[in-house]
C-alpha cells in the first residue's frame, strides 16, 4: 500500500501517538455515551499495539456544540470493551501528560484530553502549516511514532491528522487500512456490474459522487432515493409536490437540480429513478407513480413497484455501494423502502455501506455481518468515492515517502 502498516512501523515497546476518532452521539442531560460502535471499530487496533506504550490523541465534537466535554467517559467505556485498564489524562501535553506517558510501560493505554480543546487542532491547516503548530511539536516529542486510525475525520485537514504524519515516522491503523483498501478496490477490481445507490438529503455529495463514476466508468448503473431521487425527478420534469419542491429550496439544493438534468442528459441509460412513491394521506401510507404524486403531501419513502424494481437491478449487481437512505426510516410506516434496498445489497458479492444513517439502520436489522464493508467515516467516504485526495492518507503517503 501507498501508506505505512503497524506491521511495517515496528511499534513493539516503543510509543505510539494513536490518532482514534471516538467521536460519539452523547446525551446532553447525563453525559453517557449512547452509541459504542466507533469504539469497538477500533479495539483491533489497540490490541495489535499491545506491546507498545499508546497513546490515544482523539476528539469528542466542537467548540459551540452541547456535546463538546471531556474523555473522561470515554477513558471509562473503553476500558470496559477492551478490559484492559485505560487511564485518563485531564492535560493534552502539559505537564501531567508528559510525566504519564514518560512513567507508562509496554502495555498501558493512555487517553489524552479531548484534543480539540486545544485552538489550534480546529483549524484547516495545510500539512506545511499544520507541522509547524505548537500542538504538532509538543505531541510529536511524547512519542516515537504515530498510528492514525481515524478515517471518521480523515477528510479533515487539522494539525493532528495531516501535521504529525511529516514529523513523525506514521502509519495506518487496520481500520484506516482496512476503509483505505476496501474503498480503493471499487474503483479497481470490484465484481461487474457495479451499481451505487446514494439517498439520503446530502445532494450535493451524491451528485459528485454520481459525476465522478459514470464519467469515469467506475459504476454501470446509479440508483438514486430519498431527497437525491427527488432532485432528478425533478430534473427529468416530473412535479414532486409543493411540500418535497419547497424542502429541496430550503436545504438549497436548487442548483443541484441542473447538476441532475446535465447528468441525465449524458447517462440517462445508467441513472435509475423510482417509479412510484409513498406519502402520508390521512396519518397513513398511500403510494403514487411518480407522474401523478399528490401537490399537498411531502414524498416520504419509495412506493412498492419502486421498491421491487430497484431490489432486482442491486441483486444483479456484482459491487453495491449503498450511501443513504431511501426515506423517512425512522417512522415504521416509511422505513420499507430502505430495509428492503438494504436487505438486497446484503446479498451481493461485494458490498460497502457509506456509513451514517445507513450503517444505524443495518445495525438495527442485524445484517452487519452480511456486508463486506461498512465504512466508519460518512464525509470521509464520500469524498473517497468523489475521488477526492483524502487530507489524512496523503499525509500518510508523505510520511512514508519521508521516513520510509
Given at each position: 500500500?501507498?501508506?505505512?502498516?503497524?506491521?511495517?512501523?515496528?511499534?513493539?515497546?516503543?510509543?505510539?501517538?494513536?490518532?482514534?476518532?471516538?467521536?460519539?452521539?452523547?446525551?446532553?442531560?447525563?453525559?453517557?455515551?449512547?452509541?459504542?460502535?466507533?469504539?469497538?471499530?477500533?479495539?483491533?487496533?489497540?490490541?495489535?499495539?499491545?506491546?507498545?506504550?499508546?497513546?490515544?490523541?482523539?476528539?469528542?465534537?466542537?467548540?459551540?456544540?452541547?456535546?463538546?466535554?471531556?474523555?473522561?467517559?470515554?477513558?471509562?467505556?473503553?476500558?470496559?470493551?477492551?478490559?484492559?485498564?485505560?487511564?485518563?489524562?485531564?492535560?493534552?501535553?502539559?505537564?501531567?501528560?508528559?510525566?504519564?506517558?514518560?512513567?507508562?510501560?509496554?502495555?498501558?493505554?493512555?487517553?489524552?484530553?479531548?484534543?480539540?480543546?486545544?485552538?489550534?487542532?480546529?483549524?484547516?491547516?495545510?500539512?506545511?502549516?499544520?507541522?509547524?503548530?505548537?500542538?504538532?511539536?509538543?505531541?510529536?516529542?511524547?512519542?516515537?511514532?504515530?498510528?492514525?486510525?481515524?478515517?471518521?475525520?480523515?477528510?479533515?485537514?487539522?494539525?493532528?491528522?495531516?501535521?504529525?504524519?511529516?514529523?513523525?515516522?506514521?502509519?495506518?491503523?487496520?481500520?484506516?487500512?482496512?476503509?483505505?483498501?476496501?474503498?480503493?478496490?471499487?474503483?479497481?477490481?470490484?465484481?461487474?456490474?457495479?451499481?451505487?445507490?446514494?439517498?439520503?438529503?446530502?445532494?450535493?455529495?451524491?451528485?459528485?459522487?454520481?459525476?465522478?463514476?459514470?464519467?469515469?466508468?467506475?459504476?454501470?448503473?446509479?440508483?438514486?432515493?430519498?431527497?437525491?431521487?427527488n432532485v432528478f425527478l425533478i430534473a427529468a420534469g416530473y412535479d414532486i409536490g409543493k411540500p418535497s419542491t419547497q424542502l429541496i429550496a430550503q436545504l438549497k439544493y436548487q442548483p443541484e437540480i441542473e447538476k441532475a438534468k446535465a447528468i441525465l442528459s449524458k447517462y440517462k441509460d445508467r441513472v435509475v429513478m423510482p417509479e412510484s412513491v409513498a406519502v402520508r394521506q390521512d396519518k397513513c401510507r398511500a403510494e403514487?407513480?411518480?407522474?401523478?404524486?399528490?401537490?399537498?403531501?411531502?414524498?416520504?419513502?419509495?412506493?412498492?413497484?419502486?421498491?421491487?424494481?430497484?431490489?432486482?437491478?442491486?441483486?444483479?449487481?456484482?459491487?453495491?455501494?449503498?450511501?443513504?437512505?431511501?426515506?423517512?426510516?425512522?417512522?415504521?410506516?416509511?422505513?420499507?423502502?430502505?430495509?428492503?434496498?438494504?436487505?438486497?445489497?446484503?446479498?451481493?458479492?461485494?458490498?460497502?455501506?457509506?456509513?451514517?444513517?445507513?450503517?444505524?439502520?443495518?445495525?438495527?436489522?442485524?445484517?452487519?455481518?452480511?456486508?463486506?464493508?461498512?465504512?466508519?467515516?460518512?464525509?470521509?467516504?464520500?469524498?473517497?468515492?468523489t475521488g477526492k485526495k483524502l487530507p489524512a492518507v496523503e499525509a500518510l503517503e508523505e510520511s512514508k515517502k519521508i521516513f520510509g
Amino acid at each position: 500500500m501507498p501508506i505505512g502498516t503497524i506491521r511495517e512501523l515496528g511499534c513493539s515497546n516503543k510509543t505510539v501517538l494513536l490518532r482514534l476518532d471516538l467521536n460519539s452521539p452523547i446525551d446532553p442531560s447525563s453525559h453517557l455515551i449512547l452509541d459504542d460502535k466507533r469504539f469497538r471499530e477500533h479495539l483491533p487496533t489497540i490490541r495489535a499495539l499491545s506491546d507498545s506504550r499508546v497513546v490515544i490523541v482523539t476528539h469528542q465534537s466542537r467548540p459551540g456544540k452541547k456535546d463538546f466535554t471531556t474523555l473522561e467517559a470515554h477513558a471509562e467505556k473503553l476500558e470496559k470493551l477492551l478490559g484492559t485498564p485505560v487511564t485518563y489524562i485531564d492535560s493534552i501535553f502539559g505537564s501531567h501528560a508528559r510525566t504519564a506517558v514518560h512513567d507508562s510501560k509496554a502495555g498501558d493505554v493512555l487517553m489524552l484530553e479531548n484534543v480539540r480543546f486545544n485552538a489550534e487542532e480546529n483549524l484547516t491547516l495545510k500539512p506545511d502549516e499544520a507541522k509547524k503548530t505548537h500542538l504538532v511539536r509538543k505531541l510529536s516529542s511524547m512519542a516515537d511514532v504515530f498510528v492514525n486510525d481515524a478515517f471518521g475525520t480523515a477528510h479533515r485537514s487539522q494539525p493532528t491528522v495531516v501535521g504529525l504524519p511529516l514529523v513523525m515516522r506514521s502509519a495506518a491503523g487496520l481500520l484506516m487500512e482496512k476503509e483505505v483498501s476496501t474503498l480503493s478496490k471499487v474503483f479497481s477490481g470490484a465484481p461487474r456490474p457495479v451499481c451505487m445507490v446514494l439517498g439520503g438529503t446530502k445532494v450535493d455529495d451524491s451528485m459528485a459522487v454520481a459525476e465522478h463514476v459514470l464519467a469515469r466508468g467506475i459504476a454501470d448503473q446509479v440508483i438514486v432515493i430519498g431527497v437525491v431521487a427527488n432532485v432528478f425527478l425533478i430534473a427529468a420534469g416530473y412535479d414532486i409536490g409543493k411540500p418535497s419542491t419547497q424542502l429541496i429550496a430550503q436545504l438549497k439544493y436548487q442548483p443541484e437540480i441542473e447538476k441532475a438534468k446535465a447528468i441525465l442528459s449524458k447517462y440517462k441509460d445508467r441513472v435509475v429513478m423510482p417509479e412510484s412513491v409513498a406519502v402520508r394521506q390521512d396519518k397513513c401510507r398511500a403510494e403514487y407513480p411518480v407522474t401523478k404524486i399528490p401537490a399537498d403531501v411531502p414524498v416520504l419513502d419509495i412506493g412498492m413497484d419502486a421498491i421491487a424494481s430497484l431490489t432486482q437491478c442491486i441483486k444483479k449487481a456484482g459491487t453495491v455501494v449503498f450511501n443513504g437512505p431511501a426515506g423517512v426510516f425512522e417512522e415504521a410506516d416509511f422505513a420499507t423502502g430502505t430495509y428492503e434496498l438494504l436487505r438486497a445489497a446484503s446479498q451481493v458479492e461485494f458490498s460497502v455501506v457509506g456509513g451514517g444513517h445507513t450503517a444505524v439502520v443495518i445495525e438495527k436489522l442485524g445484517i452487519e455481518q452480511a456486508f463486506t464493508h461498512i465504512s466508519t467515516g460518512g464525509g470521509a467516504c464520500i469524498e473517497f468515492l468523489t475521488g477526492k485526495k483524502l487530507p489524512a492518507v496523503e499525509a500518510l503517503e508523505e510520511s512514508k515517502k519521508i521516513f520510509g
